[in-house]
Each structure stands twice: as structure tokens, then as C-alpha cells.
């Protein structure tokens, strides 16, 4: 294959790929390919970890983590780099990922990011919304409510947020709700105030993965049965064992709250793959919903699949 493809805009910024998708969409084999044929083109690559289960260092298997086999010897970085027992938030993320990619842009190599963690990506290439501390009476306030008055008061508070989330989406409405409470704006005014992103200090090279939704299923089945035979529920009664916050993300990251009712016996193995093949399933639609009217609509999207690295190396860098 050729080698003329420009890894720099015409204003000579640093480059940074982006490989955006759904759980199980393939998204770590894609971007060690896409890093690997960097390499053949005399390009040093690192991939750097988007997604906000893997970043905990105690779910390696229920994250899917990429073992150092399927590497294939590419760096990859923020892969298991925080501790359950404390919360990475998308800010916390986005300041580790900002020195990773400078890291890798001081020694001329190419960094990849792969997740679908889309207030991650948000967070990095927008900046954050700088929302004031919250309240702490008006955070017990709101978060004791039942998530339907949260969001019937959400209605009456800030009715253009309401319109535009799930009646049952728990911590988004409980989110709008605290911050207009709190603040006395809506989120959507301290949204268009974003601060510290890196999207205007970078030539960006995205590609969004949108396969089709019952093979990306039959994935994610299949690698939920390959998880369960495979350690995860011994990293599950390991990660109870801690006696974690229950609030912490870690300890509601898919397949815990399933395979620990299972480990106390109030529900069966199969009805903890049932429940956790269904959370994976309904955490892909609102991963689907994010990336296909979230992201920039000249954000190539990439529908088919097996892909082909070779043909998106072009679309990417040409």
C-alpha cells in the first residue's frame, strides 16, 4: 500500500485517531490493526483506553479488557489504571487521557482512542461544562427521589432536558434536575460554556462504528457466556469482598449487581447472564442513540463488518 497519507492537517496540528463504538463492536482489535499498519508506514502508535469500564483495574474480565496477547505488543495506556474504590469521572479521564496523548505526540507517535464512553469523548474534545458544586441538601434531595418525580419535576424545571431523556434514566434526570436546582440554570446553558478541550489543538481522525444491531447482540452474548467460564465471577466475589461504596461506578458496572446476586443466592447463574445480557443489550441501544446523533455528522461511519483496516487507514488519515 502506498505511503503517502498525511498524518497532520494543513496547519501542521498533532494527529489523534478515534475509534468510536458500541461494546463489543470490535473496536480494541480494530485500532491494534489500524496501530500495526502505522507501524509498517514507519509511525510509532498507543492506544489509549476511552471506555469507562475499563479503566478499573478490578474488571479486567467484565470489561473485556484486551489481554496482552491481543496487543499484539502495542502500548496501550488507561487500561485498568484506576482502583475500584475511587470514581474516575469524565474529568478526571479526560486530564489523564490530555497526558497520555501529549506524552505520545513528544515522541512522534500517533495516538489511538477506542471506546464508547460518549461523555468521555465529550469531555475531552469539548472541554467541561464548569457547573458549581452542588448543593449537598439539594444532591440527598433529588437523588431520594423516586427517578418518575424526578423526572415530573425535571418536566417543570427544565422542561427542554426533560423532553430529551428517558422517563427512567436514574442518573441523567437526577443530574438536570440537581444542577438547575441547585444552580438555577439548566445544564444546557453550563453545557455551551465548555472549557479545556483539545479539539481545536488537534487534527482529529475519527471513525464511529455502527454495526448491524443482531450481530453486535450475538456478540455481545457470546462474550458475556465466554466472560462467565472465564473469571468474572471470581472477580466479582473478589471486588465484593472489598467492601466498596455500592454507589461507586465500578461496583454498577455491568454484570457486578448480576453475578453478585447470583454469589448471594438470590438468583441463579442463568438468570444472572439473563439479566446481564439484558443491561449489556440496553446499554448498547443508548451507546447506538449517543453515537449516531451525538457525533459530528462528518464523523465517517462505519457499517459493515468484518472491517477493513486497510480501506479505513485511507478514510482515517488520507
Known amino acids: 500500500m502506498s505511503t503517502e497519507y498525511s498524518l497532520v492537517s494543513d496547519d501542521d496540528l498533532p494527529p489523534v485517531a478515534l475509534i468510536a463504538g458500541p461494546t463489543a463492536s470490535g473496536k480494541s482489535d480494530l485500532a491494534v490493526r489500524l496501530a500495526l499498519a502505522l ?72 495516538p489511538i482512542l477506542v471506546g464508547g464512553t460518549g461523555l468521555y469523548l465529550r469531555t475531552l474534545i469539548d472541554g467541561i461544562a464548569p ?108 471486588l465484593l469482598a472489598r467492601g466498596l461504596d455500592p454507589a461507586l461506578p465500578v461496583m454498577r458496572a455491568i454484570g457486578v449487581p448480576e453475578v453478585g446476586g447470583f454469589l448471594r443466592g438470590t438468583w441463579s447463574l442463568e438468570e444472572a447472564e439473563a439479566r446481564a445480557a439484558q443491561a449489556t443489550r440496553n446499554y448498547v441501544k443508548r451507546q447506538m442513540t449517543w453515537l449516531r446523533h451525538q457525533c459530528p455528522l462528518d464523523w465517517p461511519r462505519i457499517v459493515t463488518q468484518p472491517y477493513d483496516e486497510a480501506s479505513l487507514f485511507v478514510r482515517l488519515f488520507h
Not at 502508535?45 to 496477547?69: E, G, H, M
Not at 434514566?169 to 445544564?187: I, Q
Request: glycine letters at 6%; hydrophobic letters at 50%.
Open 131 to 238: 457547573v458549581p458544586p452542588i448543593d449537598p441538601a439539594v444532591r440527598a434531595a433529588v437523588r431520594a427521589l423516586p427517578v418518575s418525580e424526578a423526572h415530573a419535576a425535571l418536566t417543570h424545571a427544565d422542561p427542554e432536558r426533560a423532553a430529551a431523556l428517558h422517563p427512567s434514566d436514574t442518573t441523567r434526570v437526577a443530574r438536570a434536575l440537581e444542577v438547575v436546582r441547585s444552580t438555577g440554570r439548566p445544564l444546557a446553558a453550563w453545557q455551551a460554556e465548555r472549557t479545556g478541550g483539545i479539539g481545536e489543538r488537534i487534527t482529529l481522525h475519527p471513525a464511529v462504528l455502527l454495526p448491524d444491531r443482531p450481530w453486535l447482540y450475538e456478540r455481545c452474548d457470546r462474550r458475556l457466556a465466554q466472560m462467565l467460564a472465564s473469571g468474572a465471577i471470581a472477580e466479582v466475589e473478589a
Open 39 to 110: 507501524h509498517e508506514r514507519g509511525r510509532a502508535a498507543v492506544v489509549v483506553n476511552a471506555d469507562s469500564a475499563q479503566v478499573y483495574a478490578d474488571l479486567a474480565v467484565l470489561s473485556a479488557r484486551p489481554a496482552a496477547a491481543e496487543m499484539r505488543g502495542i502500548e496501550h495506556r488507561l487500561f485498568g489504571a484506576w482502583d475500584g474504590a475511587v470514581a474516575c469521572s469524565a474529568a478526571d479521564w479526560a486530564e489523564a487521557a490530555k497526558a497520555e496523548i501529549a506524552a505520545a505526540h513528544e515522541r512522534g507517535a500517533v
